[in-house]
């Protein structure tokens, strides 16, 4: 299987499998080498996640909602729902417009992968990094410019 082909599941059953002296090294790698896919990928899927955040608070301030309130209501909330779910209605757009479609579709997959990738401390590269990583950045840059923050 190529690896821009590869689902998260599929990533966590691979890493599973492997020996304890391979999931260390592979642990290893990531703090020695932090420039690599894995390392990049997971700033990517955050900084879209935190700077959504601030967009979604920063919504609910302009309605009138305290900065703290505002703030705890969207504490726990992840990526997609707040673009999905709360961006885009205030915006009067939806992700599909907002982002384009194939930027879009694959965010879902980019947060799985983040999160996969923190808690396992796995590897991934290649076509998946690059392309998740990409499609993460146009979807921040696209929000920055949506928001006038660019």
């Not at 966590?12 to 391979?22: A, C, N, P």
């Not at 673009?83 to 947060?111: D, E, M, N």
């Amino acid at each position: 299987m190529a690896d821009d082909e590869l689902t998260p599941q599929q990533l966590r059953e691979i890493y599973g499998t492997g020996t304890l002296k391979q999931r260390y090294h592979i642990a290893c790698q990531r703090i020695d080498l932090p420039d690599l896919g894995p390392s990049v990928l997971v700033n990517a899927v955050s900084a879209l996640e935190g700077f959504s955040r601030a967009v979604a608070v920063h919504a609910l301030v302009q309605a009138g909602m305290s900065l703290r309130d505002a703030y705890a209501y969207h504490r726990n909330t992840g990526t997609v729902d707040l673009i999905s779910k709360h961006i885009c209605p205030w915006l009067r757009t939806t992700p599909t417009r907002a982002f384009g479609a194939s930027a879009w579709k694959q965010i879902p997959s980019a947060v799985l992968f983040r999160n996969l990738l923190i808690h396992e401390a796995t590897f991934l590269n290649g076509g998946t990094c690059k392309r998740l990583i990409a499609a993460s950045r146009h979807c921040l840059d696209k929000l920055a410019a949506l928001t006038s923050a660019a």
